[in-house]
């Protein structure tokens, strides 16, 4: 009878195994409707997701089955992820990527605040000056080349 208490109670943990890697994966999948990134960035975090994974599963087996896979392992662990995807997954995801986008706009507006000060107090003085010089330069030039026109001419 112990023993199958303890399956029981093996079985509970897988299933709370697969819902942590449920949310592990809604992580990932977070950070890519939030943030625009290259391909090879996400197969970057594919890889890292699997290693988690891997991790964590193995870390489970061997902290709660003594290192043996049995099939209720594998069952619960799926029937955990499938639990939290089917459930409360696609109200994780939505909130968390409208919450995130809230948080880019308000750290980005005092940031374009700030860069707009900026602009207008460092970079455009420094801009004119050197549209001045350009211009300058280029008229001098106009007239070397009309100088060197007229001597060719005689």
């Not at 709370?16 to 391909?39: N, P, Q, V, Y």
């Not at 594919?46 to 599963?57: E, P």
């Not at 000060?117 to 211009?135: A, E, S």
Request: proline share 1%; hydrophobic share 55%; net charge positive.
């Amino acid at each position: 009878m112990a023993e199958i208490y303890r399956q029981l109670f093996c079985l509970v943990i897988f299933i709370l195994t697969g819902l942590i890697i449920g949310i592990l994966f809604d992580c990932f999948r977070i950070l890519r409707k939030s943030f625009k990134t290259a391909d090879w960035i996400t197969y970057i975090q594919d890889i890292i997701f699997w290693i988690l994974t891997g991790i964590i599963v193995l870390f489970s087996i061997f902290k709660f089955n003594n290192g043996e896979i049995r099939s209720y392992i594998i069952l619960g662990i799926f029937f955990g992820f499938l639990m939290y995807m089917l459930t409360i997954s696609k109200f994780i995801v939505k909130y968390t990527v409208l919450l995130i986008q809230l948080l880019k706009k308000i750290i980005a507006y005092p940031i374009n605040i700030i860069i707009n000060i900026f602009k207008k107090i460092v970079i455009n003085p420094i801009k004119h000056v050197f549209i001045q010089i350009k211009t300058k330069n280029n008229k001098n030039i106009q007239k070397e080349n009309k100088n060197s026109l007229k001597i060719n001419k005689i």
